[in-house]
């Protein structure tokens, strides 16, 4: 009777990695990564708010550019995602989710510098596979932790770059808290968040540049 068996149970759960990089160390990373295939995605990650999976479902022509404050930024249209094992997807996490991103400054005209590079060399997507579609999430993992142990930078996992961009955004940039929500593409969990709060791709620019 299976169910005679004693079972030992587990402990308390263990918690994965959750550190996260400062703008110092980012730095570090855009080095280690810097003329990869997966640099854009770690673009996207770092300074764009992306999951890993958004990082690599965006097209090449999706990276465009605007200016506000004297500051030159690159925004990019989320609307699809790479799944883990691979295959696109365009349901992304949430309805909210299919948003604008931004990025800042040096990160955007590189993120624009690989845009133009990678389509004039006849690429689709801006992480392309060289068959005409994106990786997989568990291919750009790998390569990720490879690049970062050749350059001798502190390994966490891809998806707390996310963690690293709201963080530094919010406690060190001091982006308002609802605009990084939303570039998030999270939900502003209040009544004028759900039904009332609707800012422009220019809105969210200036909030960022």
């Not at 955004?169 to 998030?184: F, K, Q, S």
Request: charged share 25%; aromatic share 4%; net charge negative.
């Amino acid at each position: 009777n299976p169910m005679s068996v004693t079972y030992e149970m587990p402990g308390e759960e263990a918690h994965g990695d959750a550190g996260i990089y400062t703008l110092d160390e980012l730095m570090d990373v855009c080095r280690a990564v810097h003329g990869s295939l997966i640099e854009p995605a770690v673009l996207l990650m770092a300074f764009g708010s992306c999951r890993v999976g958004e990082s690599l479902g965006v097209m090449c022509s999706e990276v465009n550019t605007a200016e506000s404050c004297g500051v030159a930024v690159a925004t990019v249209k989320i609307v699809r995602q790479m799944r883990e094992r691979g295959g696109m997807s365009d349901r992304l996490k949430t309805p909210q989710s299919e948003r604008t991103v931004v990025l800042p400054g040096p990160m955007g005209k590189r993120l624009r510098e690989i845009a133009d590079e990678r389509a004039g060399d006849g690429d689709l997507w801006l992480v392309d596979n060289g068959f005409g579609s994106p990786i997989a999430q568990q291919t750009a993992a790998k390569l990720w932790g490879r690049l970062l142990k050749a350059a001798g930078v502190e390994h966490h996992p891809m998806k707390n770059l996310r963690a690293s961009w709201q963080t530094n955004a919010r406690w060190v940039l001091g982006i308002a808290p609802d605009a990084i929500e939303t570039l998030m593409g999270h939900r502003i969990p209040t009544v004028t968040g759900m039904h009332y709060d609707r800012p422009t791709d220019e809105m969210l620019v200036e909030a960022v540049a």
